[in-house]
């Protein structure tokens, strides 16, 4: 009878262990199928964070109901229904603005044989108000060798047969020495087309060939080098300095591929000014690695507050001058709606979505003429509860840490303390968002250029963009910006 007991004990201990084995298998499982679902997506899947977008598998919303998809068929149709009758919604006509493009006025008037009415053969006589068509006309570049004659003088009374002073008229030095080729306004396009429009040097190679001028790639490529490193270098330095007396920047990072470096990715560093302040800047720096050293050398002597997205190389800020980004919050839990293999899990981070952009929606209603306090009084009655509401729902979920919701759940608490940290200025931001857009700018670029062969050439880059980006921040032209300086 003992034994029979014995027994029978030791096989319910035995199904006790196979069923917590098989459960954490089955939750190994659906990690590991969120991890799947998390990288294709990050392959193959759309790269929207919009969350009408965001769908379950069962093609249902995650986050609005029917009156929201109702709603977006409503839209389609360009139909809405009021009271009792439907109103067509037209169209709205967007007209561009021409306001900075030249004119030029071309008059067409009526040849002396016709100007003469058809019924009694009186001489037409032209009104007062014209008719008037406007049209965009686009005009493609020329290129022209322009000859600089320099006038030379000499004093006749001063000179004689063996000695003449000799004075010269002024005249603009060259930009490339012994060069008539590399001039500012050659420069300055090959510039704007590689940093503002991502033409790499290979390809505009084969535009100036169809233009009638042969440069070569490796050419372009020394030009960018000598004057970017070295010509406007000192204006470069002169960003870095007037960024570091700022009331608040944004920092971020992004990898890039220089071949000369025994790592498998270089870095390019970007530090921008905030919002409210008085100066838009951004600025570009190159780096062989991503450790804190870097951003320690960065911001060295810079006293103000920094944004960043987390990233652990910015652990040395002080924790009360460290801003966290809310938008990156969001997109921890965009990732939990769009690749959780549960569905309380795509719910609650559905729920937690929806709060966020609650938070972005209030930030939009801001007054634009509010000054720092008044902000700052009215994030503090609108957006602090809404966020506070939204870590204090994270910190009661209960989610496996390796899996999608568990990830979003550890990286928001761990920035908590950051991002209510916001809420101590007026002009703060909510996300770190200004830095991401510079950083587009050599994300953008790497697809085109693909790799830099030389630490000097990704420098030349880091300073190119910095002194491009911050031209179109301030809405300059950036091709006639860097061809006058």
């Known amino acids: 009878m003992y034994n029979s007991i014995h027994a029978y004990g030791t096989e319910v201990n035995e199904m006790d262990e196979k069923d917590k084995r098989i459960k954490e ?22 790269k929207t964070e919009k969350t009408r977008r965001l769908q379950e598998d069962d093609r249902q919303l995650d986050l609005f109901d029917l009156e929201e998809e109702q709603s977006e068929k409503t839209e389609d149709s360009k139909e809405a229904s009021v009271k009792s009758y439907t109103k067509k919604i037209r169209k709205k006509n967007r007209k561009i603005d021409t306001s900075k493009i030249p004119v030029e006025i071309v008059n067409h008037v009526m040849p002396d044989e016709k100007c003469s009415c058809p019924e009694c053969h009186a001489r037409l006589v032209q009104v007062a108000n014209p008719k008037i068509r406007e049209e965009v006309k686009f005009v493609p570049a020329k290129l022209r060798l322009i000859e600089h004659h320099q006038a030379v003088y000499k004093c006749p009374e001063c000179s004689s047969d063996d000695h003449s002073k000799i004075s010269k008229a002024p005249m603009p030095r060259s930009l490339i020495s012994h060069s008539k080729t590399g001039s500012p306004s050659i420069i300055a396009h090959i510039a704007a087309m590689k940093y503002v429009y991502k033409v790499p040097c ?18 372009m490529s020394k030009w960018m080098i000598d004057v ?32 000369v470096s025994e790592k ?16 838009n800047i951004a600025a570009f720096t190159h780096s062989d690695g991503r450790s804190s050293d870097t951003a320690k050398k960065l911001l060295s002597d810079f006293n103000g507050y920094v944004q960043t997205d987390g990233y652990a ?3 040395f800020l ?27 899990s795509k719910s609650f981070s559905g729920e937690i979505v929806k709060d966020i952009d609650e938070v972005f929606e209030l930030e939009r209603k801001l007054s634009a003429k509010f000054n720092d306090d008044e902000r700052l009084n009215y994030r503090r ?21 390796k899996s999608a919701l568990g990830r979003a759940k550890n990286y928001a608490l761990g920035q908590e303390k950051n991002i209510l940290n916001i809420f101590e200025k007026g002009y703060f931001e909510l996300s770190n968002n200004s830095a991401e857009r510079a950083v587009k700018e050599s994300v953008m670029g790497r697809k085109n250029w693909l790799f830099s062969s030389t630490f000097e050439g990704a420098r030349a880059n880091a300073v190119a963009l910095s002194l491009i980006y911050t031209a179109k921040l301030n809405q300059l032209d ?8």
């Open 25 to 46: 298998l089955e939750q190994q499982v659906a990690e590991l199928n969120e991890r799947i679902a998390f990288l294709t997506s990050k392959l193959f899947g759309k």
């Open 202 to 219: 290979y390809r505009q190679e084969a535009m100036w060939k169809l233009r009638g001028l042969p440069l070569t790639r490796q050419q």
């Open 228 to 259: 970017f490193n070295n010509q406007l270098s000192p204006l470069y330095d002169l960003l870095l300095k007037e960024l570091k007396r700022q009331r608040f920047l944004h920092v971020d990072e992004t990898p890039y591929n220089t071949l």
């Open 264 to 279: 498998a990715n270089t870095y390019y560093w970007v530090v921008t000014s905030g919002k409210f302040e008085e100066k």
């Open 313 to 315: 190389g910015y652990n």
């Open 318 to 344: 002080d924790r009360t001058r460290h801003l966290g980004c809310l938008a990156h919050v969001r997109r921890y839990f965009v990732d939990s709606l769009k690749n959780s293999s549960y569905k309380a």
């Open 381 to 401: 009655r609108k957006l602090l509860p809404v966020v506070k509401r939204v870590f204090s729902k994270i910190a009661s979920v209960t989610a496996s840490a």
């Open 478 to 485: 950036p091709e006639k910006y860097l061809e006058k300086y």
